[in-house]
C-alpha cells in the first residue's frame, strides 16, 4: 500500500471534516486549498487560497448562523470571551485554525512514525508484542519526528544570545529543532520507545494545539489498529523517501510491503 495515499490523509481528514460538518465528498480539493497555502513556494497560489478558504467559511459560517447544527463551526458561535460572544472575525479565526491544523498535521504525523516502523523491525515487533508500549512510544515519536515551524512577529525589540530581534520581523520557532536539543534531551537522534519526554511538538503556551487530545488519539489508534490488523510490513526495497520541508515537514510517499 501507498500509507500516506490509503491510510494517513484519509483516515484523520475525514474525522476533522465531520467534526466542522464539512463535506468528506470535497476532500481533495479541501487539501488543495491546504497545500496552496502552507506548502506553496509561490505567493500568487498562497494568496488564492486563502481569500479562497476565507471565502467558503464565511459562507458555512453563514449558513449555520441561519440553521445550528451540532458540528464545531456552529458550537464556536456560541462562544464568549471577556463577557462577550465571539465576534464574526474571531468565529472565522478559530474555524479557519481548526481547518488549517487539522487538515495535514496527523498525517505529517503518521508518516513519520510508519516510516520509523517500516525501517526499525525491532521496534515494530515490541509493539506488537505488548501494545500497552504503544501510549509512550507515540509520545517519542511526536518528539523524535516533530513536524511543525510556529511563527510570531516580534513586538518589542528583544536580544536573544548577541541576535537583535526588532518589530515586525518574523520568528520561525522550530519544534523539530526544539524537541532534538541535546541540552534537553540525552542523546536526542536515538528513538527509546520508554523515554517519556516534554515535548514541543504541540507549541507552547497559550496558543499549544487544540486538537492535540485528538490527534494523541488518532496516532495511538492508528498504530494499534494497523499493528492488529497487518502481518510485519517493511518499507519497499530500494524506495527513497521523498520529504517535503514546509511549515509542517511531510514524508509525501510511503510504500510499504508485507508478506502474504
Ligand atoms: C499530530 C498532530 C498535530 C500537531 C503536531 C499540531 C501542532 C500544533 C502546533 C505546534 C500548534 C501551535 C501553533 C502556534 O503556536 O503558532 C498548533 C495549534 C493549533 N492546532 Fe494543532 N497540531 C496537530 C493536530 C491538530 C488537530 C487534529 C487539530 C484540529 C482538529 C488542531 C488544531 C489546532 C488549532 C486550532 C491550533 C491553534 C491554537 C491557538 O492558536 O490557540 N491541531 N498545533
Redesign the pocket.
Known sequence: MDFIRDFAIPF?VTI?LD?LGLPVERMDEFLGWEHNLLHTSIPEDRRNAIITLKQYLLEEIEKREKNPTDDLISNALNMEAEGRKWTKEEVFG?CF??FI??LD??T??LGFHFHHLATHLDDQQQLREDPAKIELAVMEF?RAY???T???ICNKETKIHGVTIKPGERVAMS?PLGSNDPEAFDNPTEVRLDRRPVHL????????????H??RR??KVAMKDMLTELPEFRLKPGFEVPYLMSNVMHIQELPLVWDA
Not at 511538538?201 to 492535540?212: D, K, M, N, T
Request: with cysteine; aromatic share 2%.
Open positions: 484523520p476533522v467534526l478559530h485554525n481548526l491544523g487539522g498535521t496527523v505529517a504525523n511526536m516533530a513536524a511543525v510556529t511563527i510570531r519544534t511538538s504541540f507549541g507552547h503556551g497559550i496558543h499549544r494545539c487544540l486538537g492535540a485528538l490527534a488518532e496516532l
